[in-house]
């Protein structure tokens, strides 16, 4: 019989009879053997007694990814009234991450565990969606995460089914899809990745908090984000997000660049519409050192060709370099947004979401996810801005992304209960990532 020795030496544990079932499954997941964990008081190890397995090994796997289990270390519980350090804590926060073993969760679940996110008074727990395909991987991921030892991170958890994945999840991201491979037609990616956020969003309305957050990060985000609030009908639109904040930090590099200014003297950015190669960087309402960007930058002909398309494909020239699509920058963006969400937008100043167009107060389309500026209170919620400015150049560039989002909605008319899809997609325009 093999002994493993547990040792949480950072911790005071105090386990319960379901913990330490769920610390022997957990346990079990590693050693592929049935476990005997011998409990020792407070500040003392842990030992687990291995015994050759009992009951065949892969129905206890097979179980444990069905349910998702907490993690290793994150299955002891803190003491929280002994600990000095933890008394001003806030209420946990539960956080889910779909595609939590892919290249943008291996940046973003360590900022999220540090403090750098939700502050450095919130412990958080974090859920973790990943498939038969990955489980082995979000094991490493988990296996990682206790290694960091972060003190935040109170609790971590594994699964494969969204539904035990998503249950009384405050904050979801959205990260997991599949990419669009060679010869794949737009519709097609639509159709695969559609089927994914239409059971999330099934799973999001059975079981999330009433009021989670929600941003869809996986491409093509708009519409994926359409349909997962179309499954979701008891969650409000409104907190239902795609990722469009990689562009606006993009937009604000290259116009900091271009002005020889660094680039937090960049403000008001918004990226109208699509994260795809027709959204529109709006020069005209940003400014730089609170100046409005043409005042500071005269070259039109930049703004308007060089300026705009050097964003809507900095995901395709990044792969070129790179050989794989934005991870760490858009695990930084995520950051962002959400950051943009938890605390009060500087004065003046406001920040680009894919949000609902419902109520919009610019004339876009109603029932579509479009990128627009949105200023918040720091509780979560939003604004749209209302004082901003249109002219021809902006209308005619909105009106093209528009028309896109209106057809890849009607490309997944069936799975947003709408009918029957009908897709006729004005061209083959790409991800950010495909140029
Ligand atoms: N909105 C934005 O600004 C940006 C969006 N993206 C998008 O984010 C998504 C994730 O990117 P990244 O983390 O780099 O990608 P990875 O390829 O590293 O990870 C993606 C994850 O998606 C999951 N997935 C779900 N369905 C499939 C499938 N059918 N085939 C393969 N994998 C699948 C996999 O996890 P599992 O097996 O656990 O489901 C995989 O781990 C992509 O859609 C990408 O286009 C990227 C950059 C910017
Ligand atoms: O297409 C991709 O996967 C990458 C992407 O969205 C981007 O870099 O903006």
């Known amino acids: 019989m093999a002994v493993a020795e547990f040792a949480p030496t950072h911790l005071n544990t105090r386990l319960n009879t379901s913990q330490l079932s769920s610390l022997s499954t957990s346990l079990s997941n590693h050693h592929r053997n049935s476990l005997r ?3 020792r008081p407070r500040n003392t190890r842990i030992s687990c007694s291995i015994a050759p397995s009992e ?7 097979d179980e444990a990814k069905n349910k998702p289990e907490c993690f290793g270390v994150f299955c002891v519980t803190y003491d929280l009234k002994a600990e000095e350090a933890t008394k001003s804590w806030k209420k946990l926060i539960n956080i889910a991450v779909s595609g939590a073993a892919g290249m943008i969760s291996n940046h973003l679940l360590f900022k999220l565990a540090s403090g750098e996110v939700f502050g450095p008074d919130q412990p958080i727990a974090l859920k973790l969606l990943g498939s038969e395909r990955s489980f082995q991987a979000l094991e490493g991921v988990a296996m990682e995460l ?5 003190p935040l991170l109170r609790e971590v958890s594994i699964g494969i089914d969204p539904y035990e994945v998503f249950q009384d999840a405050e904050w ?6 599949k990419p669009r491979g060679p010869g794949m037609e737009r519709a097609g990616l639509l159709d695969i990745n559609g089927q994914i956020f239409a059971a999330q969003g099934k799973a999001l309305n059975a079981v999330a908090s009433r009021n989670v957050k929600v941003i869809v990060v996986g491409n093509p985000c708009n519409t994926n984000t359409l349909i997962c609030l179309k499954n979701a009908p008891n969650i409000p639109a409104k907190n239902f997000h795609a990722l469009t904040r990689l562009d606006e930090n993009r937009a604000k590099c ?6 020889g200014v660094f680039y937090d003297q960049v403000s008001n950015m918004t990226i109208w519409g699509n994260h795809s190669t027709t959204q529109v960087p ?12 043409k005042e500071v930058i005269k070259d039109t002909k930049w703004l308007e060709e060089e300026f705009t398309e050097k964003v809507q494909m900095r995901g395709g020239v990044l792969i070129k370099k790179w050989g794989r699509s934005s991870a760490a920058s858009t695990a930084v963006s995520i950051v962002d947004a959400i950051k943009s969400l938890v605390t009060p ?6 920040f680009s979401s894919g949000v609902y167009t419902n109520g919009n107060p610019y004339g876009i389309a109603e029932d579509i996810i479009f990128s627009m500026p949105c200023r918040s209170k720091g509780d979560g919620d939003y604004e749209l801005v209302k004082d901003v400015i249109f002219d021809d150049y902006l209308r005619q560039r909105i009106a093209k992304t528009e028309a896109e989002l209106l057809a890849e909605k009607r490309c997944v008319a069936h799975l947003t209960g709408e009918g029957n899809a009908f897709c006729d997609l004005p061209e083959d325009t790409m991800l950010p990532g495909e140029m």
């Open 37 to 39: 964990l011998i409990y």
């Open 55 to 61: 009951a065949p090994v892969a129905t206890k796997i």
């Open 146 to 150: 206790e290694d960091s030892l972060y």
């Open 172 to 177: 979801v991201l959205l990260i997991g899809a």
């Open 254 to 259: 290259q116009l900091a660049l271009k002005a």
């Open 282 to 293: 709006d020069f005209l309402n940003a400014k730089i050192n609170g100046l409005p960007v």
């Open 345 to 350: 937008t500087p004065d003046g100043d406001w």
